[in-house]
């Protein structure tokens, strides 16, 4: 089997969606084939920002997605009826919250999934229309369970044996909704904002897929952002250590936990192109070449904190960093980057609720400084691992282009070079990088 996971940019609008349905229709031709979706294209941003202004009364953005819908699924010569149910009972929802006044956390992400059950419904329904049988599918009909952290919630184990075992009773192609799931209670959970490529994983692991596929709006994992840069270009293959790197800072393209699954199972992932179906895309295998000091490409990430705690003690390094990180995570303060010396540390969050208390906390016994607006910007390549010649690099571009450096930190597996720097000046470094390490201007 294969599995085939649509973004919401590839289902932005109807043409998007037949172009969709067509490359399911040519892979299930050649074999058994599983679809996850996520939402059609900023509808969970729209749907989030309606659960908060319900609240407050105004449910004004309501009617605008429900005729987006529609208009949607008559734009697919379907009838409305493929959406009209769900929105119906959206409606009563947001109308719930906006009389009631509140809002707490499984009712934003009970909001949330009617993006994703939407989608389902369309692309199945798209998919019966040309012929094809397929059946949307809800993620917990198919015995997907989580935690009850309700935004970032965490997959239970015994999901993927009842995957397996649900999945083969579905009739005709599966079209399972990404990104959301229930608790062992069934209160609806998500899985954190681009979470529809996990979903997309964890199926493929359950199903013992021969592959995923991450159909997105770019041809593949790319050197850099090519929002931010427009040279940037493919990479044919990364290792699993590679794109999770990328992930974790901050390559938006796939959703840091997307290659857990996969690394545990072996299962190739293949992030390919629905603008561009031809192109090979990336493809992340649990190995790649290693080629000495060669950087495969630069993520880079936004609105972080960079905390400095310097030991006023002289504590010994160890009993310093753990009552440092101690605090940390009694104030549920979850740390992206750490760099540090003999008596001091320093470290990012992107979170900044629990800070004023562990700053507190800190005082007793280290002088702390608190930084925000704070980036980081990472290099990751297999290649790192064996060459102590790349961090200079790095240092000497940024150095050119008057990038200060705040903290440097690589990673336990050593595939990664992170670099913290003021959120002013990410652009124009990973700019910088980008130029010395993919446009010949080595030095
Ligand atoms: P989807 O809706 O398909 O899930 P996303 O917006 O989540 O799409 O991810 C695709 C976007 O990720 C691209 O449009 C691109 O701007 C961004 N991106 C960030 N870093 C990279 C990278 N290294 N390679 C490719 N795309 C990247
Ligand atoms: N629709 C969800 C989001 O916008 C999940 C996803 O796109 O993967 O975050
Ligand atoms: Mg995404």
């Not at 202004?53 to 529609?70: I, K, M, N, W």
């Not at 009712?107 to 049988?133: K, M, N, P």
């Not at 593949?220 to 290792?239: F, K, N, W």
């Amino acid at each position: 089997m294969i599995v085939m996971k649509f973004g919401g940019t590839s289902l932005l609008d109807a043409g998007r969606v037949r172009a969709a349905a067509s490359l399911i229709e040519h892979e299930h031709a050649r074999g058994p084939v599983a679809v996850v979706v996520s939402a059609h294209g900023g509808v969970t941003d729209v749907l989030l920002g309606l659960a908060r202004s319900a609240r407050a009364g105004d449910t004004s953005a309501l009617a605008p997605l429900e005729e987006r819908h529609r208009s949607l699924a008559r734009g697919l010569g379907l009838g409305t009826e493929v959406v009209d149910g769900l929105l119906a009972e959206l409606r009563r929802r947001v109308e719930g919250i906006a009389s009631l006044g509140v809002l707490e956390a499984q009712i934003l992400d009970l909001v949330a999934s009617y993006g994703e059950r939407l989608s389902a419904s369309v692309v199945a329904a798209c998919l019966r229309s040309r012929g094809l049988s397929a059946s949307a599918v809800a993620s917990w009909d198919l015995g997907l369970v989580t935690d009850s952290r309700f935004g970032e919630a965490g997959v239970l184990q015994e999901s993927y044996g009842a995957m397996a075992r649900e999945l083969p009773r579905v009739s005709g192609v599966p079209v399972v909704t990404g990104f959301v799931a229930r608790d062992a209670r069934g209160q609806v959970t998500t899985l954190g904002r681009g979470g529809s490529d996990y979903t997309a994983s964890i199926l493929g692991a359950a199903a013992g897929a021969r592959e995923v596929q991450i159909w997105t709006d770019v041809p593949g994992v790319m050197t850099a952002d090519p929002r931010y840069v427009s040279r940037a270009r493919s990479i044919e293959t990364l290792s699993f250590a590679e794109a999770s790197e990328l992930a974790y800072y901050g390559a938006k393209v796939i959703h840091p936990s997307t290659l857990l699954p996969a690394v545990e199972r072996d299962i190739p992932v293949r992030v390919l192109c629905t603008l561009q179906p031809a192109h090979p895309g990336t493809l992340i295998l649990p190995r790649s070449d290693v080629r000495h000091g060669v950087v495969k490409s630069i993520a880079h990430r936004r609105g972080l904190f960079l905390i400095s705690v310097v030991s006023t003690r002289m504590l010994q390094a160890v009993g310093f960093l753990a009552r440092v990180f101690q605090v940390f995570a009694e104030h549920g303060v979850v740390i992206d980057l750490v760099s540090t010396s003999e008596v001091s540390v320093s470290v990012t969050t992107d979170d900044g609720r629990g800070l004023p208390e562990s700053v507190a906390a800190l005082r007793a016994f280290s002088t702390v400084e608190v930084a925000d607006a704070r980036g980081i910007v990472t290099v990751v390549g297999e290649g790192l691992r064996e060459t102590a010649g790349v961090a200079g690099r790095v240092f000497g571009a940024l150095a050119e282009e008057g990038v200060n450096v705040e903290a440097i930190s690589q990673g336990a597996t050593r595939v990664a070079l992170s670099v913290v720097v003021r959120e002013l000046d990410v652009e124009r470094a990973v700019g910088a990088l980008h130029r010395r390490f993919f446009e010949g201007q080595e030095s």
